[in-house]
């Protein structure tokens, strides 16, 4: 499968291009970018091809890579799925509940495979014990923590202007939620609190009845950022292990491979992305109606 790669930012960087350079299952065919220079130094890189029209790339390729703020990812994957090009996406899908509604009805019309990149989903422990819990009855709460020290630190992404604007609930509340709804079900009511810096606290009703408590942060001290997930119910206590390995990226292209050559959709498609949105966008209406 060819596969082009939109964006040249650090996320596609240190992440994307070497995974699709490196995955046997497809050929790296090609980079765009908002920037034609920082496109050409990509795609020199790894002996690929820089173009400067997306229109012209996505005449050429299969698939394509979406490594861009996620208001830039959207109109961008319409116009894709519109092309009949499969999709490998970026969290968050969209920043509006309107734009990643686009996103999932172009590739449904189109018929065409769509992969979002929730990382805990692509990592061999923690998908696996997702899968696991998911078979289990009973659960009465959860309780998640994301703690980043993006802006606390010398990270690349600390001077990113989406996550500056959007904050946690937007850059990891994503990864949060993409674990909890295939254990615990469908969200159907959300509370909403801010806490020091772009601290969010949400408490999350599902639809099997239990509930969960999501603490999400960038601005954690280093010494305090880390990921945690704990079920309780009828069954005990469990927590989801950590990932051994950092092939998250490979094991989402993949999917997007065996979603094409099955027909099958995958469970972290973009209608699942939509759905994740959809209740981020009501976690901050909620915040911002509590700052009124």
Same mark, same amino acid.
């Given at each position: 499968?060819?596969?082009?790669?939109?964006?040249?930012?650090?996320?596609?960087?240190?992440?994307?291009?070497?995974?699709?350079?490196?995955?046997?299952?497809?050929?790296?065919?090609?980079?765009?970018?908002?920037?034609?220079?920082?496109?050409?130094?990509?795609?020199?890189?790894?002996?690929?091809?820089?173009?400067?029209?997306?229109?012209?790339? &996505?005449? *050429? $390729?299969?698939? @394509?890579?979406? +490594?861009?703020? !996620?208001?830039?990812?959207?109109? =961008?994957?319409?116009?894709? /799925?519109?092309?009949?090009?499969?999709?490998?996406?970026?969290?968050?899908?969209?920043?509006?509940?309107?734009?990643?509604?686009?996103?999932?009805?172009?590739?449904?019309?189109?018929?065409?495979?769509?992969?979002?990149?929730?990382?805990?989903?692509?990592?061999?422990?923690?998908?696996?014990?997702?899968?696991?819990?998911?078979?289990?009855?009973?659960?009465?709460?959860?309780?998640?923590?994301?703690?980043?020290?993006?802006?606390?630190?010398?990270?690349?992404?600390?001077?990113?202007?989406?996550?500056?604007?959007?904050?946690?609930?937007?850059?990891?509340?994503?990864?949060?939620?993409?674990?909890?709804?295939?254990? &615990?079900? *469908? $969200?159907?009511? @959300?509370?909403? +609190?801010?806490? !020091?810096?772009?601290?969010?606290? =949400?408490?999350?009703?599902? /639809?099997?009845?239990?509930?969960?408590?999501?603490?999400?942060?960038?601005?954690?001290?280093?010494?305090?950022?880390?990921?945690?997930?704990?079920?309780?119910?009828?069954?005990?206590?469990?927590?989801?292990?950590?990932?051994?390995?950092?092939?998250?990226?490979?094991?989402?292209?993949?999917?997007?491979?065996?979603?094409?050559?099955?027909?099958?959709?995958?469970?972290?498609?973009?209608?699942?992305?939509?759905?994740?949105?959809?209740?981020?966008?009501?976690?901050?209406?909620?915040?911002?109606?509590?700052?009124?």
């Amino acid at each position: 499968m060819r596969i082009g790669l939109l964006g040249t930012g650090p996320w596609a960087r240190a992440v994307y291009a070497p995974a699709l350079a490196g995955h046997p299952g497809v050929e790296f065919a090609g980079v765009w970018g908002r920037r034609p220079e920082a496109a050409a130094a990509l795609a020199q890189r790894y002996d690929s091809r820089p173009y400067a029209d997306v229109d012209a790339l &996505l005449a *050429d $390729v299969d698939a @394509v890579a979406i +490594a861009l703020p !996620p208001s830039v990812q959207a109109p =961008l994957a319409v116009r894709a /799925a519109r092309a009949g090009r499969h999709l490998l996406l970026d969290k968050p899908l969209a920043l509006s509940v309107e734009d990643a509604r686009a996103v999932a009805e172009a590739a449904e019309r189109a018929q065409v495979a769509s992969v979002v990149f929730f990382t805990p989903r692509f990592q061999k422990e923690p998908r696996n014990w997702i899968e696991e819990q998911a078979a289990v009855k009973g659960w009465f709460t959860a309780r998640a923590q994301w703690l980043g020290a993006v802006f606390t630190t010398d990270s690349p992404y600390a001077t990113s202007p989406w996550r500056q604007e959007k904050g946690a609930l937007w850059d990891v509340g994503p990864h949060a939620l993409s674990v909890l709804l295939p254990i &615990l079900g *469908d $969200v159907t009511r @959300v509370v909403a +609190a801010r806490g !020091p810096g772009d601290t969010v606290h =949400l408490v999350l009703d599902h /639809a099997a009845g239990a509930s969960s408590t999501v603490t999400l942060s960038l601005t954690a001290p280093q010494e305090a950022a880390g990921v945690e997930f704990e079920l309780r119910g009828e069954s005990g206590v469990t927590a989801m292990p950590a990932a051994s390995d950092d092939n998250a990226l490979g094991q989402a292209i993949d999917a997007l491979l065996t979603c094409v050559e099955t027909g099958r959709r995958h469970p972290c498609d973009a209608a699942f992305g939509l759905r994740v949105t959809e209740i981020l966008a009501a976690a901050e209406a909620r915040l911002a109606a509590e700052a009124e």
